[in-house]
């Protein structure tokens, strides 16, 4: 592991990545991190995009699904389907749409899991993981000649096709949805946010999570950092604060006007306890 001694950085070596006599800009650590060359430590980000933003009263969540608030599974971990609204989004036999799909979530316990599902177009693909707690993200693996998704793909609950944890549009490869869970064992060092509103509809970007202080607060998202926009963008913000193992991080809209469009984005260090 990585650690400090007597002004000094270590590798997982324990070779010195600085001595006394130097200084480490906060870059030059990025940098590292980002390499895999200080251990136990390892970025974490997400972003998001929201269209035609409304004035729900309780915010709504910047993500591209049509749910105003994203719900959150169980704790004790759900079984999940995945599915496309277009039968070009298939493995078997080979469409031009998505072929294979990556899913990162967290299983019950919080430990960090992936499958590659292959696409079976309109037909409902249930991942073999039958306690997943939450959805990281998803991305396609392999494509066809279209190169993107060909119809809206969606993960949902098992039975509940209307409950809908995430989602990757058509014309995409990516789910644009900005919110994780921290894992067991990990702390979320948060270091920047970034929002964005582009029709002049003005509205209150919030960053949150289900923390406050460093103690851990199921269900309630406490608000990290906020700011009103319209027709505008903030750069990148500054927020420090320390997110602990099962906190869920995201971001959401309060409008004045209905309208909006909304983007945005976080990114901080993940480091294990």
């Known amino acids: 592991m990585s650690f400090l001694s007597d002004s000094k950085i270590y590798d997982s070596s324990g070779n010195a990545i600085l001595s006394d006599s130097g200084a480490l800009a906060v870059s030059d650590f990025i940098e590292l991190v980002q390499a895999g060359i200080i251990s136990k430590h390892q970025v974490m980000k997400a972003f998001g995009e929201r269209e035609n933003v409304g004035t729900t009263t309780n915010g709504e969540d910047v993500w591209r699904g049509t749910a105003t608030t994203i719900p959150t599974p169980a704790d004790a971990g759900e079984q999940m389907e995945v599915v496309s609204t277009s039968a070009n989004d298939d493995g078997n036999p080979v469409g031009t749409g998505i072929r294979t799909l990556d899913v990162h979530y967290l299983d019950a316990s919080g430990n960090e899991g992936s499958e590659t599902i292959t696409m079976d177009g309109t037909t409902p693909v249930a991942l073999i993981e039958t306690n997943i707690r939450f959805v990281q993200d998803m991305h396609s693996a392999t494509v066809g000649s279209n190169g993107v998704?060909?119809?809206?793909?969606?993960?949902?609950?098992?039975?509940?096709?209307?409950?809908?944890?995430?989602?990757?549009?058509?014309?995409?490869?990516?789910?644009?949805?900005?919110?994780?869970?921290?894992?067991?064992?990990?702390?979320?060092?948060?270091?920047?946010?970034?929002?964005?509103e582009a029709q002049g509809k003005r509205g209150a970007f919030r960053i949150r999570s289900t923390d406050m202080e460093g103690v851990l607060l199921p269900g309630v998202f406490c608000f990290k950092d906020a700011v009103y926009l319209s027709l505008s963008t903030t750069g990148e913000l500054p927020v420090f604060d320390v997110i602990p193992a099962l906190s869920i991080v995201k971001v959401s809209i309060w409008a004045n006007v209905a309208g909006g469009e909304a983007s945005c984005g976080w990114w901080g260090i993940l480091v294990d306890d």
């Open 149 to 196: 998704a060909e119809g809206d793909i969606t993960i949902y609950k098992q039975g509940a096709s209307s409950t809908i944890y995430s989602i990757i549009e058509t014309g995409g490869n990516k789910a644009i949805v900005p919110h994780r869970m921290v894992p067991l064992g990990k702390k979320l060092h948060m270091r920047g946010w970034h929002a964005e």
